[in-house]
Nanobody, 124 residues
Framework: QVQLVESGGGLVQAGGSLRLSCAASGRTFSGYAMGWFRQAPGKEREFVAA????????YYQDSVKGRFTISRDNAKNTLYLQMNSLESEDTAVYSC?????????????????WGQGTQVTVSS
């Protein structure tokens, strides 16, 4: 089992940047594929980005391509999400997720382990 704790959320103006972190503990971090998901008020949790175990493959939701970058540091057991050019539509609770072999990179049901989430609020 792996435990996940997110940090780095906050309030930012539109056009600004934030970097989220997800610290992992428990099982070997490098053995897990990782993802970021977000949930806005009144909406379902949606896929944002994912990365394979060694960082050589990344996947993004179309609306964040070119603005967000997912990365990982296996030596530090940490996952990151660099968010630039933030828009009000990016306001949500952001959660990281892990799974050894996600059957579908883009599906929340493919990930077994979740953090508690961190709030990102973008003011227009």
């Amino acid at each position: 089992q792996v435990q996940l704790v997110e940090s780095g959320g906050g309030l930012v103006q539109a056009g600004g940047s934030l970097r989220l972190s997800c610290a992992a503990s428990g099982r070997t971090f490098s053995g897990y594929a990782m993802g970021w998901f977000r949930q806005a008020p009144g909406k379902e949790r949606e896929f944002v980005a994912a990365i394979n175990w060694d960082g050589t493959k990344t996947y993004y939701q179309d609306s964040v391509k070119g603005r967000f970058t997912i990365s990982r540091d296996n030596a530090k057991n940490t996952l990151y999400l660099q968010m630039n050019s933030l828009e009000s539509e990016d306001t949500a609770v952001y959660s990281c997720a892990a799974d050894q072999y996600p059957s579908n990179w883009y599906s929340r049901s493919a990930y077994n382990y979740w953090g508690q989430g961190t709030q990102v609020t973008v003011s227009s």
